[in-house]
């Protein structure tokens, strides 16, 4: 979708799942891309095992197999130092950056007044700081550039639809809107458009475990008669990411958009 040749884009939380997606999708369209990730644990709370270096390094692969030039490293988005760090690495090899995903994200599941602080505030950190560590990491170099741009940020319906045992994580995805709002005010003098996609639930290794299912099943018991929520595919995700980053979308700034799943029967294999 789109072409992007001569563009340069960072995805943050890169490794797999919608990071790899958007990062190899990106390629195929001609841009340049600067990916990053934490690769390793962020809270012992966290219920679905980490992304590693090598899952990075094939995502660098699959990028790089697309022709285009790639900037990858382990990067924590809590650590301002660490994203600018990489920022600072992208602009050295491509002169500018275009488009930003501000993808990386986790979440934890326990009764809204049971979560253990230490996953409280990874949830936080990394869900809401994180985007905002990104932003001020590569908005000053997009202003400078003059060239106009998008940041894309990944939000989460189900967050906005109240499901349960995610209380931290619905509370920094409603910040990533408030946020987005906000800077897409900010930013429109210099056409830097941002704008949040809001995915219902993403055939990813974060959103299909057992404690995915466990919110799931307590939705469907405190909710009787609520429809099980469907599944959206990374690559679903990935179109109306690189959709709002194409010019086709010059006039879309300030909202959230919702993905919501081609058959909500569905279900991941």
């Known amino acids: 979708m789109g072409d992007f040749s001569g563009k340069a884009v960072l995805v943050t939380g890169a490794a797999r799942g919608q990071g790899r997606s958007h990062a190899v ?29 090598d899952d990075l390094a094939e995502t660098t692969e699959l990028v790089t197999k697309q022709g285009g030039r790639a900037v990858a490293r ?52 990394t869900n809401l700081k ?16 003059g060239n106009g741009g998008a940041i894309i940020i990944t939000s989460a319906e189900n967050a906005i639809r109240g499901h349960p045992l995610i209380s931290h994580y619905a509370a920094a995805k409603m910040g990533q809107v408030g946020l987005m709002k906000t800077l897409a005010t900010e930013l429109a003098p210099y ?25 799931i099943e307590t939705l469907m018991r405190l909710r009787p008669g609520s429809d099980e929520p469907g599944w959206v595919e ?35 294999a």
Not at 25 to 44: H, N, S, T, Y
Not at 86 to 113: K, P, R
């Open 234 to 268: 990374p690559d679903d995700v990935s179109d109306m990411v690189l959709y709002l980053a194409s010019p086709e979308a010059e006039g879309i700034t300030g909202i959230q958009v919702p993905v919501e799943p081609k058959t909500a029967a569905d279900s991941p």
């Open 25 to 53: 999708r990106f390629a195929a369209a001609g841009a340049d891309v600067a990916m990053l990730d934490i690769c390793g644990p962020v809270d012992e709370h966290v219920p679905y095992p980490p992304a590693t270096p």
């Open 191 to 215: 056409s830097i458009r941002v704008n949040t996609v809001n995915p219902l639930a993403v055939n990813t290794p974060m959103a299909t475990g057992a404690a995915a299912a466990t919110i």
């Open 130 to 145: 994180g985007v905002w560590n990104t932003i001020r990491a590569t908005v000053p170099a997009m202003i400078s550039a």
């Open 74 to 125: 382990q990067a924590d988005v809590r650590s301002f130092d660490q994203v600018k760090a990489v920022v600072d690495e992208a602009l050295a090899a491509f002169g500018h950056i275009d488009v930003v995903v501000a993808n990386a994200g986790v979440y934890t599941c326990d009764w809204g007044w049971e979560i253990p602080e230490s996953a409280w505030n990874a949830t936080i950190d």
